[in-house]
């Protein structure tokens, strides 16, 4: 039986059609429920309060210093790794491949490697305690194949003849790089930035053995602290049922910290954006 192409067209958009609403119908029912069993818990206590108490006070600051150390270490590093493999690396040099088959293989260690690495080296070697810059670290090292892989994405995008009218203009290699490829890169190298971000706030295995458990809100980055994410493992499976707490109430308190791990995660998505936005308008001569 022969079947028109027309025909075949319309059978291939309406399987990929049903393929993103499959898709987003799981996220909408994963979204929902989790909203649905935990907006019951939340309140200004439970979110702003002491940990020791019930709130999530330390661990949202632990959250934030441990998102912003790690974007700290890893966005220079992999933006700068990948301005050297796509501009400077010999084209037919040996070193370029086997740094790119080496961050291949960093992307596929499951993360709990990472955090017997960082508490082997960052922690007893170096730092001596567990505390939010091991953690950082260990973060930074599972993060840099991702951001290395978009910001290099990101700059091999930028179109050839732009950075050749600027070396007819005169300006040096750097100059090239800094003034022309990183500005018209910088939206692929925002995505890698969210990713790392994403990455940062849903960790737990790593921070385990890193960052340590600490209740108490941390004030630098040599204190301990736990992220929401840790927080919500904690309640969810270790946390012990006293005083008239049920299992149920302690998920129910942990759909909360889902809760306010979702906005977190949003909010800083959509502020990453709009600075990234901002600057590219001033970039390219906007206001």
């Known amino acids: 039986m022969n079947i028109s192409p027309r025909v075949t067209q319309r059978i291939a958009f309406g399987v990929m ?41 330390a661990p949202l600051v632990g959250t ?44 596929g260690i499951p993360s709990i490697i990472f955090g017997l690495f960082g508490a082997a080296f960052f922690v007893y070697m170096m730092i001596g305690e567990q505390c939010i810059l091991a953690g950082a670290l260990t973060l930074a090292c599972l993060s840099l194949p991702f951001m290395v892989g978009a910001a290099e994405e990101a ?11 600027a070396l007819a203009l005169g300006a040096t290699r750097w100059q090239v790089t800094w003034r022309v490829v990183l500005p018209a890169a910088l939206p692929g190298i925002i995505t890698g930035a969210i ?12 921070l385990l053995a890193t960052s ?11 204190d301990g602290c736990r992220t ?45 954006r709009f600075l990234s936005g901002r600057y590219i308008a001033r970039m390219r001569g906007g206001k």
């Open 155 to 165: 700059i091999r995008s930028v179109p050839k003849s732009q950075k050749e009218a």
């Open 228 to 272: 929401l994410a840790l927080h919500l493992f904690y309640l969810a499976t270790e946390a012990p049922c006293t005083g008239g707490v049920t299992h149920e109430d302690l998920v129910d308190k942990a759909m909360g910290v889902g809760v306010i791990l979702i906005l977190v995660i949003v909010i800083l998505n959509l502020l990453m």
């Open 64 to 107: 934030v210093y441990i998102v912003a150390l790690t974007l700290l270490i890893v966005v220079p590093l992999g933006v700068g790794t990948a301005v050297w493999l796509s501009e400077y690396a010999p084209i037919k040099g040996r070193f370029a491949p086997f740094i790119r088959y080496t961050l291949d293989g960093l992307a």
């Open 195 to 206: 990713l790392c971000t994403g990455t940062a706030i849903a960790e737990t295995a790593p």
């Open 17 to 57: 059609w049903g393929a993103v609403a499959i898709v987003l119908l799981l996220l909408l029912f994963i979204i929902g429920y989790i909203l649905w069993r935990g907006f019951s818990s939340l309140s200004f206590d439970f979110v702003f309060g002491p940990t020791t108490e019930g709130g999530l006070r």
């Open 212 to 222: 340590g458990f600490s209740a108490f809100t941390p004030h630098s980055p040599l």
